[in-house]
């Protein structure tokens, strides 16, 4: 979030492992038809043990007993956000190599915010053009997308490298980054949810298949309008895992309020832009991607070509949900058995297309989340746990850059607070001939002073080369990529949300923020609980030996089993 204010106007142990020699003459086990990549956006590690008692039979309770569980896997950046981990899973790289530093940050030439993914020079495909789609409702028109920001390689980019057109890769998730960081350059197709529709970008296509004209025509997401959200299960079973259903610090946005059963409507007897807000919260969205997935997966025929294809799914409703009622809410947990549900589907239409022996698929998340600072405050038992007030930051930093160098001239400010950080304007340090280092030195006391900071950085003390313990100066370091990162950049202490009245965030490197599953699934894949702790950059070099293509080049991961 970024904050413009006047004055300151706030502004590796193992390569590429060759191939197993063959056993009394056999040859080796083939690559397997199809790779499926699954990440659930802030899905905490946690949820598969409190709600493991309710899960069905083939979805990840499927994942879980036969397959590889890896039950200690951490990011090791600090800015555990969507686009960061969206952009490691594929990669096997942190932040500062692969360049994705947040879900967006303060363009350095226009000092306007860019999206991880923007491009103007990529416009989007299959959206409307700016009229009115539906009664009181404006599908919002944005820049082009593409990974046009993104400075790593994917396993999905290896496998065109490799295959070329004998290899397909496809890439759909609600969230235009998510699909795009996993999807990588070189994808055959990559799409995402706007508001009532799945588009595309002019760097994949000129134009929308017409599978995907079709699906969209069918209208699904429109349908949901109006429809109440209730819990899949007797309410007792959510009292007993999560607790009560009215909770302090939950949203009232969107026409949700703390209890359910919760109508899917923006607040509005008719349909608004606001209903797609309120639809990005609700389950439906994971029904709506799941079958479009397998829509895609027949559509492109994937896993019938002449070698490996990759399909990467990401499902977004668990963070929109987490973001308004927080990881300890009843409606967390429905939407958790509900997307369940939907991934027993994904996983049985790719078993029937392609075999139950003949794909490989692995699940992650980009993240997990902090709970409800009220949640914890209730409890009173000295945990200190609050609400950040960005406000009264931005006026101590203004008020301590003016006192040490002086007022700045009319319509100039000092600098711009920039997600966990604040960047200095040029023109304002010039004017009164300051170094950055010397007003990032008067910052760093003045942030540092504040109790929901645990500790501050430089752009100096950042800029270090190869990051190489897991201390949070290390995860910071990871994070960090010059011109898009901030000047001064600060880590919150444990518990604190930087969210304003409703709801939880994440970007910490806290063990509730880093820590997320990784599930291993199918072709090669031994059954088996893994106690040893693992990264998410091993992932990508993981997967790539599986699908005998070479590791992105820049990976520093791990191969696993």
Known sequence: MFYPLRQLCFVSLLGAAAPSLPVHGAPPDPAPRLAVVIAVDQFRFDYLQRFRPYLGEGGFKKLLEGGADYEECHYRHAITKTAP??????????????????????????????????????????????????????????????????????????????????????????????????????????????????????????????????????????????????RLLPAAAYDRVQGPDDVDGETLKFGYTHNFPHRIDGGHPDLRSSYYDAFEVGPYSSEVLGQFAIA?????????????????????????????????????????????????????AVEQQVGAGNFILVLTADHGSAPLPEKINAMARGIPAARYNGAAMDKAVSEALTAAFGALPSKEFWATRDNFGYTFHPSALAARGVTLAQAAAVLKPVIGAFPEIYTVYSTEELNLPDPQTDSVADMSRRSFFPGRSTDVE??????????????????????????VPMLWYGAGVTPGVHVEAVNVEDLAPTLAAHLEVPRPPQARGHRLF
Not at 296 to 325: K, N
């Open 296 to 348: 895609a997966l027949h559509a492109e025929r994937l896993g019938q070509h002449p070698h490996t294809d990759l399909l990467c799914i990401s499902f977004s409703q668990i963070d929109h949900v987490g973001h308004e009622f927080g990881p300890d809410s009843q409606e967390m947990m429905d939407s958790v058995l509900r997307l369940d549900g939907i991934l027993a589907r994904v996983i049985a």
């Open 490 to 515: 600060f880590v919150f202490r444990p518990y604190m949300m930087d969210r304003d009245r409703f709801g939880i965030n994440h970007g910490t490197p806290w063990d509730y923020d880093t820590h």
């Open 85 to 230: 981990g969206h952009a490691t899973i594929l990669s096997g790289v942190n932040a500062n190599i692969h360049g994705i530093v947040g879900n967006e940050w303060l363009d350095r030439a226009s000092w306007l915010v860019m999206n991880a993914v923007e491009d103007p020079d990529s416009p989007i495909v299959g959206g409307p053009a700016g009229v009115p789609h539906s009664p009181g409702g404006l599908l919002e028109r944005k820049s082009g997308r593409s990974p046009l920001n993104f400075r790593a390689t994917t396993v999905g980019d290896q496998l065109k490298l490799r295959f070329g057109a004998m290899s397909r890769v496809i890439s759909v998730s609600n969230k235009d980054r998510a699909a795009i960081l996993l999807g990588g350059k070189l994808a055959d197709a990559v799409y995402w949810q706007e508001n009532d529709r799945f588009v595309s970008s002019r760097f994949y296509a000129t134009a929308l298949p017409a599978w995907v004209t079709d699906f969209n025509h069918r209208d699904l997401i429109k349908g949901y309008f109006g429809q109440a959200w209730t």
